[in-house]
């Protein structure tokens, strides 16, 4: 069983930055994928970025430029870090793991309004 923990959300305002930050513990294997998801009241989830353990990158078009995915592999930690944060990207941030299963964080808050 693997768990989530994400942190690091709230209020900015728009052009702001925020930190996200995704802890995972228990029954890790070596090979995983690790990423980021926003989901807006009322819309689907979508990819926001994704890091391999091999730490290839991967990234929604509307991010690229402005969002860093990384990963700290001896903390078991995946970082979203967000520059130039819009409006329209409120939603609730998750982070999710991918080794044969799928595990899901709680999400956390982002919220941009001037």
């Known amino acids: 069983q693997v768990q989530l923990v994400e942190s690091g959300g709230g209020s900015v305002q728009p052009g702001e930055s925020l930190r996200l930050s995704c802890a995972a513990s228990?029954?890790?294997?070596?090979?995983?994928?690790m990423g980021w998801y926003r989901q807006a009241p009322g819309k689907q989830r979508d990819l926001v970025a994704v890091?391999?353990?091999?730490?290839?990158?991967n990234y929604a078009d509307s991010v690229k430029g402005r969002f860093t995915i990384s990963r700290d592999t001896a903390k078991n930690t995946v970082y979203l870090q967000m520059n130039s944060l819009k409006p329209e990207e409120t939603a609730v941030y998750y982070c999710?793991?991918?080794?044969?299963?799928?595990?899901w964080g709680q999400g956390t808050q982002v919220t941009v309004s001037s």
């Open positions: 890091i391999t353990s091999g730490d290839s990158t």
């Open positions: 999710d793991l991918r080794s044969g299963s799928t595990y």
């Open positions: 228990g029954s890790l294997f070596r090979f995983y994928v």
